[in-house]
């Protein structure tokens, strides 16, 4: 389905989460739940398809998994909910899939995505023995992101990406 795929800007998938949002039924999106969304896009997008989603790396943070230039874009909204964007739209081919990761993973809150990833090797190996508090800048690795959710669908590891 994805064979000659290119990933894509982050800011681009997260924009399609913050558009996906249905505000009339009460759904909000923070920039704490986007991060974690768009993770999860681009972990199983790496398990499914053994390619990223998106060409950013996400960096282990304190509240988990995180792109610094998505952090930069919507740092001023706090933890208030994203407004709706205009922009570039992700390939139509993609509507499906993030439909199926909004499914999966926007029925939960911030802290509780935020939780899930603290208790996932990727997050983890990234950390290695910082406390939970401190700063961190570590690349979280594709390769490690990738194992990790792919062995959940039973597929065997690789080394590279």
Do not use: C
Not at 16 to 44: C, M, P
Not at 64 to 80: E, T
Not at 110 to 126: D, G, Q, V
Request: proline fraction near 6%; charge should be negative; charged fraction near 25%.
């Amino acid at each position: 389905m994805f064979e000659n795929w290119e990933s894509i800007g982050a800011k681009t998938v997260a924009r399609w989460f913050v558009n996906h949002a249905d505000r009339a039924s009460g759904e909000a999106i923070t920039q704490l739940k986007l991060q974690k969304l768009v993770y999860y896009a681009d972990a199983w997008f790496l398990a499914n398809f053994d390619k990223p989603l998106i060409k950013e790396d996400f960096e282990a943070w304190a509240h988990g998994p995180v792109v610094p230039a998505l952090y930069a874009k919507y740092r001023s909204h706090g933890w208030n909910a994203l407004p709706p964007e205009a922009g570039v739209k992700v390939p139509e081919d993609l509507d499906d899939y993030l439909e199926a990761v909004f499914e999966e993973y926007g029925q939960y809150g911030a802290k509780k995505l935020e939780k899930m990833t603290h208790n996932e090797e990727p997050w983890l190996a990234a950390r290695g023995n910082l406390s939970p508090e401190a700063a961190s800048s570590t690349k979280i690795s594709k390769v490690v992101m990738r194992n990790f959710y792919g062995s959940k669908i039973e597929k065997e590891p690789v080394q590279t990406i």
